[in-house]
């Protein structure tokens, strides 16, 4: 029974700080292509009016692949951190990616005259970012792994 907590406990071992940056990088770009197919899509089904705007600015391509791109960086530290000051890492970054994610829905929803249909859109291309983030550093980003 010892054996098999203390191999629990072994895999939730995360990689080096350097690994993991590069693996929030694959992260980020992944995040970024999936989000950019998201709204391209509600884009062509007319779900993302470029007369709404959010914090002064339409919400371009651009401006959706920077948003996935970065948690995924600001992630990949998170899991560091965990993994050089916890017990689980892996468990707690996937608990705070769910925090976060659930927080995260609000900002959709405060965007003023915003249609519901991009109000859907972006919660997808939110949920989406969390998911593709969250597999790669969890799957690629544990010691031993990728």
Same mark, same amino acid.
């Given at each position: 029974?010892?054996?098999? =907590?203390?191999?629990?406990?072994?895999?939730? =071992?995360?990689?080096?700080?350097?690994?993991?940056?590069?693996?929030?990088?694959?992260?980020?770009?992944?995040? /970024?292509?999936?989000?950019?197919?998201?709204?391209? @899509?509600?884009?062509? @089904?007319?779900?993302?009016? =470029?007369?709404?705007?959010?914090?002064? =600015?339409?919400?371009?391509?651009?401006?959706?692949?920077?948003?996935?791109? $970065?948690?995924?960086?600001?992630?990949? !530290?998170?899991?560091?951190? @965990?993994?050089?000051?916890?017990?689980?890492?892996?468990?707690?970054?996937?608990?705070?990616? $769910?925090?976060?994610?659930? $927080?995260?829905?609000?900002?959709?929803?405060?965007?003023?005259?915003?249609?519901?249909?991009?109000? $859907?859109? !972006?919660?997808?291309?939110? +949920?989406?970012? /969390?998911?593709?983030?969250?597999? +790669?550093?969890?799957?690629?980003?544990?010691?031993?792994?990728?």
């Amino acid at each position: 029974m010892e054996a098999t =907590q203390g191999n629990r406990v072994g895999g939730e =071992q995360v990689a080096g700080f350097g690994r993991l940056l590069i693996y929030g990088v694959v992260a980020g770009v992944a995040a /970024a292509v999936a989000n950019a197919v998201v709204y391209l @899509l509600a884009s062509a @089904l007319g779900a993302m009016p =470029q007369d709404v705007v959010a914090n002064g =600015q339409p919400i371009t391509l651009g401006a959706v692949a920077t948003s996935s791109f $970065v948690p995924a960086i600001l992630a990949a !530290l998170l899991l560091a951190l @965990l993994g050089r000051f916890t017990r689980r890492p892996v468990s707690i970054f996937r608990i705070v990616a $769910v925090v976060l994610l659930v $927080v995260s829905f609000v900002t959709p929803f405060s965007i003023p005259g915003a249609p519901i249909a991009m109000i $859907v859109a !972006l919660l997808l291309m939110h +949920v989406v970012a /969390a998911a593709v983030i969250v597999a +790669v550093l969890t799957r690629f980003g544990r010691r031993g792994r990728g």
